[in-house]
């Protein structure tokens, strides 16, 4: 049996809506910013509970937008080390500097301890990654020490559609919210991401940041440094198709989630991350701990190799502190004292197990017998 990294099923039904309005926008001629377009940000809107969304080409776009929006050029970003390079790169691209805090490997998310050790006198944002579908169980305190500082907080919430804690959706905590449409993400869109807000002056700059800097309320004058972050209409109607599945999409994430809290319990040299009870994750990753004796890259190759089951990349096995490219400390704040305990510990020993739509329960039920099979091997 072959377990791959990802599937995305497309029923007929999926297909024919897409190949329907991908006609219709060929048709209408508007390819660009049209109806779909509309349409995906009164979806995802309804679906966050905000006031406004603001749809783009990226997830990394829709960061630096609103980065932008709050004008952090010339002061400091604190970002968790451990988070994609998009995130660091959105802010530096508005012109800030980052700051590396640590994360807590018991939920991967970032540590407010360190947060707040980070914060400096120029300090303007804060942005939390929902690492996996995990939204940290401190994020009431760390949006009171924003609060209290006066400084913005921002979700980088490509990881977490659909996802809540304490019955609060992400892309709500914040000031704004960033969302991924990339293919591996929970929803896709091929290439897109969103903004979420209940902030007018957010969203008012986000519509002219998105598109080159035109003013609509200055007959399209350019107003500000803009850049094409627009989302193309093609891009739109396959967005809207999977709003439209967004509740069995999520669904089938949580039985699979499921299926594993169940079946992995017992298994030596294995555990399951621990969420908190409050948080109702979507699953973008399934994470789990191996033994810390346990040779991770050993275990996914006996694992691909004898059992055919391909796990999919860590979240994350290079914690950004340690990219090549930070080291020469270009758009970077670093204290060569810094110490990420919890970044360096998540990076050596965790897995994320195959969790997406349409996994049948022989595929779960050969997955963990592969996996116990793999670890009685190996160790």
Request: aromatic fraction near 10%; proline fraction near 4%; charge should be positive.
């Amino acid at each position: 049996m072959q377990i791959p990294i990802l599937r995305i099923p497309f029923t007929d039904d999926d297909i024919g809506f897409v190949q329907e309005g991908i006609r219709q926008v060929m048709k209408s001629g508007y390819l660009v910013m049209g109806k779909y377009t509309q349409m995906f940000e009164e979806k995802f809107k309804e679906f966050v509970g905000c006031k406004y969304a603001i749809a783009t080409n990226s997830c990394t776009s829709a960061l630096e937008i609103i980065l932008r929006a709050l004008d952090v050029k010339r002061s400091t970003v604190i970002v968790p080390t451990n988070t994609f390079v998009a995130t660091v790169f959105s802010a530096i691209h508005a012109g800030a500097k980052v700051i590396f805090a640590d994360s807590i490997k018991e939920n991967f998310c970032l540590d407010p301890d360190d947060l707040k050790r980070k914060i400096k006198s120029h300090t303007k944002a804060v942005i939390v990654v929902h690492i996996g579908g995990i939204i940290s169980p401190y994020i009431e305190e760390i949006k009171a020490i924003c609060e209290g500082k006066g400084i913005y907080l921002i979700e980088d919430a490509a990881h977490a559609h659909g996802c809540s804690y304490k019955g609060i959706p992400a892309g709500r905590w914040g000031i704004a919210g960033a969302f991924s449409f990339f293919p591996t993400k929970v929803l896709t869109s091929g290439e897109g991401g969103i903004i979420t807000t209940d902030d007018e002056e957010i969203y008012k700059k986000s519509l002219i940041l998105r598109n080159h800097g035109k003013n609509p309320e200055q007959k399209n004058s350019i107003t500000h440094l803009g850049y094409n972050w627009r989302m193309s209409e093609l891009n739109a109607v396959l967005a809207v198709q999977q709003m439209n599945k967004a509740d069995w999409i999520i669904s089938e994430r949580r039985r699979v989630a499921t299926f594993y809290d169940e079946n992995l319990k017992n298994i030596n040299g294995i555990r399951p991350l621990e969420l908190n009870n409050d948080l109702y994750s979507t699953y973008y990753k399934y994470i789990c701990y191996l033994d810390e004796g346990i040779n991770r890259n050993k275990f996914k190759k006996t694992l691909k190799e004898k059992y055919g089951i391909s796990l999919t990349g860590e979240v994350y096995d290079v914690p950004c502190h340690d990219e090549p490219y930070f080291k020469n400390e270009k758009g970077c704040v670093l204290n060569p004292n810094d110490n990420f305990p919890g970044a360096n510990y998540i990076k050596k020993h965790h897995i994320c197990l195959p969790c997406y739509p349409g996994l049948m329960k022989e595929e779960l039920e050969y997955t963990v017998k592969s996996i116990k099979k793999c670890l009685n091997k190996i160790t």
